[in-house]
C-alpha cells in the first residue's frame, strides 16, 4: 500500500519560535495533500488543502498567516506553525491523495507530528 | 458533505464480530461511505468503503442499507490490536474528509 511519512514525529520548542513539519508522499505522488490538527481526545480537524504548485486553501478559521503550507513538489508539503505559542500544541496529522479519478480517491494519512510549544 | 452519528463507544468481546454501527441519513448518491480507525496517537488507518453494494476485504466487512441511510463495519474476529477509535465518513469523491467524533471500540479479553 502507500506511504505517507511525516516529520519529525515529535517535536519540542519553546514559544515564539517557529516550526516546519514535512510530510512525504514515499511511493506515489499526490497532488492534493490535506493537514489536520487533533487535540487530546478530540477528532481531527481539517485545516487545509494543499495543491502542488498552488496556494493552499485554509479552512473557516485557520489562520494561513500562522500556518504556512507549501506544497512544492508532487511528494512534498510543508506545514509551518510560525511564532508557535503553547496552545498551538496538539498532533498535527497530513494525508496525501493518490490519483486523479474523480468517481473515488484513496486517501493516506501519516503517522503523525506531536508538538508541544513551551 | 453529508454528516454521520455514530455511537461514542462499544466494547466487543475478543474473538467475537465487533459490529459498528454509523447512520448517514442525509447522504446523497454521489457520496461514498468510508471506514477508517485511529489507534492512539497514530494516523489514521483506511479499513474500507463502498457506495452501493456491500463489501469485504482483509480487515473487513461494509454493510450498507439498501437506502443508503446507514451502513455496519463489521470485524469478524476482533483482537486486541483492534482497539481504536473507528470514524464512519461519508464524502464525494475527491472532495476533504471531515472527520466526526468516531466510535471508541474496545475489545476485552
Known amino acids: 500500500g502507500a506511504v505517507v511519512s511525516q516529520h519529525p514525529s515529535w517535536v519540542i520548542c519553546k514559544s515564539g519560535t517557529s516550526v516546519k513539519i514535512e510530510c512525504r508522499s514515499l511511493?506515489?505522488?499526490?497532488?492534493?495533500m490535506f493537514w489536520y490538527r487533533q487535540f487530546p481526545k478530540q477528532s481531527l480537524m481539517l485545516m487545509a488543502t494543499?495543491?502542488?504548485?498552488?496556494?493552499?486553501?485554509?479552512e473557516q478559521g485557520v489562520e494561513k498567516d500562522k500556518f504556512l503550507i507549501n506544497h512544492a513538489s508532487l511528494t512534498l508539503s510543508t506545514l509551518t506553525v510560525t511564532s508557535a505559542h503553547p496552545e498551538d500544541s496538539s498532533f498535527y496529522i497530513c494525508?496525501?491523495?493518490?490519483?486523479?479519478?474523480?468517481?473515488?480517491?484513496?486517501?493516506?494519512f501519516g503517522p503523525g507530528t506531536r508538538l508541544t510549544v513551551l | 458533505d453529508a454528516k454521520t452519528t455514530q455511537p461514542p463507544s462499544m466494547d466487543c468481546a475478543e474473538g467475537r464480530a465487533a459490529n459498528l454501527p454509523c447512520n448517514h441519513s442525509?447522504?446523497?448518491?454521489?457520496?461514498?461511505v468510508y471506514w477508517y480507525r485511529q489507534i492512539h496517537s497514530q494516523g489514521p488507518q483506511y479499513i474500507i468503503h463502498?457506495?452501493?453494494n456491500n463489501e469485504t476485504n482483509e480487515m473487513a466487512s461494509l454493510i450498507i442499507t439498501e437506502d443508503r441511510k446507514s451502513s455496519t463495519l463489521i470485524l469478524p474476529h476482533a483482537t486486541l490490536r483492534d482497539t481504536a477509535v473507528y470514524y464512519c465518513?461519508?464524502?464525494?469523491?475527491?472532495?476533504?474528509?471531515?472527520f466526526g467524533t468516531g466510535t471508541s471500540l474496545t475489545v476485552i479479553p
Open positions: 494525508s496525501a491523495r493518490r490519483g486523479a479519478s474523480t468517481t473515488y480517491n484513496e486517501q493516506f
Open positions: 494543499s495543491n502542488e504548485g498552488s496556494k493552499a486553501t485554509y
Open positions: 463502498g457506495l452501493k
Open positions: 442525509t447522504i446523497s448518491g454521489n457520496e461514498y
Open positions: 511511493d506515489f505522488q499526490a497532488t492534493t
Open positions: 465518513i461519508v464524502r464525494v469523491a475527491g472532495n476533504q474528509f471531515y
